[in-house]
């Protein structure tokens, strides 16, 4: 069965930390893996998008690495900030059609 | 936005109404979504459009309606709304790097 799970689904940091969410996912055949971010009340917003062949992509203070042997990615946020406060999401997708599968996203708070 | 607009942004709908949800992109890409967003779930696909005049039934399409006449619109149409289609609807463009989502309509059915 083709699922994307996420973990932690809440965490709660001090501003200046870092952190770092998971995604493990049983998609098959694996397409492209995508990190969104929703701020409340918002649409989801794309942060990074990784292939078989990439390890690691970062945008700005998000790194996300992808090992697609053990099937797994993490988002690390590097000196987090107050407007990080929202939930992430992981997708992949799968083979070369629209199928798209969604984690239910972790719920990061970043506290001052 | 993301080039994405979605109206209306609130609707309050009595079991057995219809309506549609509208929505517009102006980024000229072939494929538009539709989904739903439910406490504790990750979005669901409810139709998707690989192009002007078609359409591909996803994850959830029972009780729901879709539209693409042009490119730019893709609605999404309630025949006769239940509680269970209480929601938040994202509607998305684009295609295989990335999506862009609207800002979503919040949805009650009472």
């Known amino acids: 069965k083709n699922q994307v799970e996420q973990s932690p689904q809440s965490l709660i940091i001090l501003e200046g930390k870092n952190c770092t969410l998971q995604?493990?996912?049983?998609?098959?055949?694996?397409?492209?893996l995508r990190w969104y971010k929703q701020d409340t009340g918002r649409g989801p917003v794309s942060l990074t998008i990784?292939?078989?062949?990439?390890n690691t992509k970062s945008n700005g203070r998000y790194t996300a690495t992808l090992d697609a042997d053990t099937k797994q990615s993490s988002l690390h946020i590097t000196a987090s900030q107050l407007s990080d406060s929202a939930s992430y999401i992981c997708?992949?997708?799968?083979?070369?059609?629209?199928?798209?599968?969604f984690g239910t996203g972790t719920s990061l708070t970043v506290i001052p | 936005n993301a080039g994405v607009t979605q109206t209306p942004k609130f609707q309050v709908l009595k079991t057995g109404q219809s309506m549609t949800l509208q929505c517009a992109q102006d980024?000229?890409?072939?494929?538009m979504y539709w989904y739903r967003q439910d406490p504790g779930m990750g979005l669901r696909l409810i139709y998707y459009?690989?192009?002007?005049?078609?359409?591909d039934k996803g994850e959830v399409p029972n009780g729901y309606n879709v539209s693409r006449l042009n490119k730019r619109e893709f609605s999404l149409r309630l025949e006769s709304a239940a509680p269970s289609q209480t929601s938040v609807y994202f509607c998305?463009?684009?295609?295989?790097?990335?999506?862009?989502f609207g800002p979503g309509t919040r949805l009650l059915v009472l």
């Open positions: 990784m292939t078989f062949s990439e």
């Open positions: 459009s690989a192009s002007e005049g078609t359409t």
């Open positions: 997708v992949v997708s799968r083979g070369t059609g629209n199928q798209f599968y």
């Open positions: 995604c493990n996912y049983t998609v098959s055949p694996f397409s492209n």
């Open positions: 980024m000229n890409h072939n494929s």
């Open positions: 998305a463009r684009g295609a295989w790097e990335t999506q862009y």
